[in-house]
């Protein structure tokens, strides 16, 4: 599992560094010729949904999420331990619903046609990729869950 976190970060880099080069040569486009780029707003929407998904499975890994930790650290071993617990079946709970239904939003896109303004691209693909990413997501959360209850 932690290979394939590690190949949604790779995909996430490169979503970056295509976004990081649209966007220069958006500037210097602009700026030689007085022309921007068809589409590149777009394009670089999509990278960054991109981007976005394809990292929370990391983020988790790496406990970058914000956690509020003022009481936490305070409390005892054990209520840290039910604390930890709860929050993680409530977290893999809130991945599965919000997974579902971006599911459901994605069928939705794909059986209406939708398009972007500009390329006229079907982005329902994005869509599904952002609800599989949150299922990545539950499983990893799934899996500190066992190493929680391993404690």
């Given at each position: 599992?932690?290979?394939?976190?590690?190949?949604?970060?790779?995909?996430?880099?490169?979503?970056?560094?295509?976004?990081?080069?649209?966007?220069?040569?958006?500037?210097?486009?602009?700026?030689?010729?007085?022309?921007?780029?068809?589409?590149?707003?777009?394009?670089?929407?999509?990278?960054?949904?991109?981007?976005?998904?394809?990292?929370?499975?990391?983020?988790?890994?790496?406990?970058?999420?914000?956690?509020v930790e003022i009481v936490y650290d305070r409390c005892p071993e054990p209520v840290k331990l039910v604390l930890d617990i709860l929050t993680q079946v409530l977290s893999i709970f809130l991945c599965l619903v919000i997974s579902y239904q971006t599911y459901l939003y994605a069928e939705n896109i794909k059986l209406s046609k939708q398009v972007s303004l500009t390329l006229e691209l079907p982005y329902f693909w994005l869509v599904y990729f952002m609800a599989f990413c949150f299922v990545v997501a539950a499983v990893v959360i799934l899996l500190e869950l066992v190493e929680t209850f391993k404690k």
């Open positions: 599992m932690w290979k394939f976190v590690s190949l949604l970060k790779l995909l996430a880099g490169i979503a970056l560094v295509v976004m990081a080069g649209i966007t220069c040569l958006e500037i210097f486009t602009r700026a030689v010729f007085n022309k921007p780029i068809l589409g590149s707003v777009e394009i670089v929407e999509f990278l960054c949904l991109i981007a976005t998904a394809a990292s929370l499975g990391y983020a988790q890994k790496r406990k970058a999420m914000i956690a």
